[in-house]
């Protein structure tokens, strides 16, 4: 259930909102003021801040920094009854992904909170895909690890870097003269048996422990990435 934190010092806001939302299916939280609601932030998983920009204790902006430092991914739509320009661009500023002005029509407020929402995810998803997994091979590329049925393995960085090429490109015959392009950025008319070198090193570290090879050698043509040779 997707979670929502109101930050909102007026009641009869802060009322209207929790009600109007939760008939839309969100589960609600309502702080009154910023400090409030920044201790909410921090004890809570919320999906999407919602917060009015003159607050008691800390204001909206405010606010919005303190969020953005514990999760930068957070989206956060600012409500106001200010309105001028440098109101707006103080409020994106501080991260706010949004901003509507108050008096606010509740259909475009849910529309622009399932946009944000969307974006969240989608933004989710694409971390996700920074993980490569093939066979029980993992690589993080956020995080440069590699581990192996769960154990992890250390790599040097040209080594990932190799190995991160061939799982992007699993079970096709890789030439050498394509990985010291791709992967060495040089062009190597002759002499390519570095490669073979680091392919060795790999190999110690990626397959010899494991019963299943994953590097393979296609004699004459160059190698290949696979679990099923
Ligand atoms: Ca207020």
């Known amino acids: 259930m997707t979670q929502i ?5 007026e009641q009869r806001v802060a009322e209207l909102l929790k009600r109007g939302l939760e008939e839309c299916g969100y589960l609600v939280t309502v702080a009154f003021d910023g400090e409030m609601g920044a201790r909410l932030a921090k004890a809570g998983s919320y999906d999407l801040v919602i917060s ?3 607050l008691p204790k800390m204001n909206g902006f405010e606010l919005a920094r303190v969020i ?3 999760n930068p991914g957070m989206p956060i739509l600012m409500l106001t009854a200010l309105g001028t320009t440098d109101d707006k661009l103080d409020g994106f500023d501080a991260g706010a992904d949004d901003y509507m002005v108050k008096p606010f029509d509740f259909r475009e407020l849910t529309a622009r909170i399932k946009v944000l929402l969307k974006r ?3 933004a989710a998803r694409e971390i996700t895909t920074d993980v490569l997994v093939y066979a029980d091979l993992e690589m993080n590329i956020s995080t ?3 581990s192996r049925a769960g154990i992890q393995i250390k790599l040097t960085p040209k080594e990932f870097n190799l190995l991160e090429y061939m799982l992007n490109h699993p079970e096709r015959v890789l030439t050498r003269t ?3 392009e791709k992967v060495w950025d040089t062009h190597f008319d002759t002499g390519t048996n570095f490669i073979d070198v680091y392919i060795n090193y790999l ?3 990626i397959d010899r422990d494991f019963d299943v090879k994953l590097i393979h050698t296609k004699p004459g043509m160059g190698f290949i990435f696979t679990s099923q040779p």
């Open 178 to 180: 394509e990985i010291a």
């Open 203 to 205: 190999r110690k570290k």
């Open 144 to 146: 440069k690890t590699v």
């Open 120 to 122: 969240k995810q989608h």
């Open 52 to 54: 009015d920009v003159i």
């Open 5 to 9: 934190l109101v930050v909102e010092d």
């Open 68 to 70: 953005r430092q514990l």
